[in-house]
């Protein structure tokens, strides 16, 4: 939990290295010490993927291995889709996310399967899809700024400008700080990702 409270604190404070360093150092160390924890698995899994783009491949190792202890674990399916999304592999991340959702529809972290799917569609082009699994994220947790910004771009690259600048505005109110060098500094992701995001998000009027 220290290391996913570090990891929400590097992406969402300002992208410092000190918080960074701090979640992949307490990520690892649950990894070492929780090898038969499924939970703290699937944590780490999540910030290392998100955090180090050169060790994917333990981020994808913690998952299997969290997955392997406990099959149904939604919050390690959600994990391991929304991780796989970002690096552009769109379609075991939604088959990932469906089945989360199947085995915990009520749950609080749904809105982590829901921004899975969006990215995912997102990805893959499909502008319209990765807007409504956006909207589902909002009204899921309505003050989690990621789908705002990611239903915001969808709507631009659809030419549904005037709707993407409303959502823009409600971004700056849920998170007054974003900035799009938020989004595409992120080592989150591939780079051709967050690259389209960015674009489609000038297009707005979001502050660079």
Do not use: C
Request: aromatic content about 6%; glycine content about 4%; hydrophobic content about 50%.
């Amino acid at each position: 939990m220290i290391a996913w409270s570090h990891e929400q604190r590097y992406l969402r404070g300002g992208l410092l290295e000190e918080d960074k360093t701090t979640a992949l150092r307490h990520a690892r160390l649950a990894i070492a010490a929780g090898s038969d924890d499924a939970t703290a698995l699937a944590i780490a899994g999540l910030v290392i993927g998100f955090l180090d783009p050169r060790d994917y491949a333990t981020a994808l190792d913690a998952f299997d291995r969290s997955l392997a202890l406990s099959p149904s674990s939604a919050l390690a399916l959600g994990f391991s889709a929304v991780t796989r999304a970002w690096r552009g592999e769109s379609a075991i991340a939604i088959e990932q996310a469906e089945q989360a959702q199947r085995l915990s529809p009520f749950d609080p972290l749904s809105n982590i399967r829901h921004m899975a799917i969006a990215i995912a569609h997102f990805v893959a082009g499909r502008f319209e899809e990765a807007a409504t699994a956006a909207n589902r994220a909002t009204q899921a947790h309505p003050r989690f700024s990621p789908p705002y910004w990611m239903r915001a771009a969808a709507l631009a690259n659809l030419d549904r400008i005037d709707e993407a600048k409303i959502l823009a505005q409600r971004l700056l109110e849920v998170q007054p700080e974003f900035t799009i060098a938020s989004i595409t500094s992120a080592p989150l992701a591939n780079p051709k990702i967050l690259a389209a995001s960015g674009h489609a998000l000038r297009r707005v009027g979001l502050p660079e």
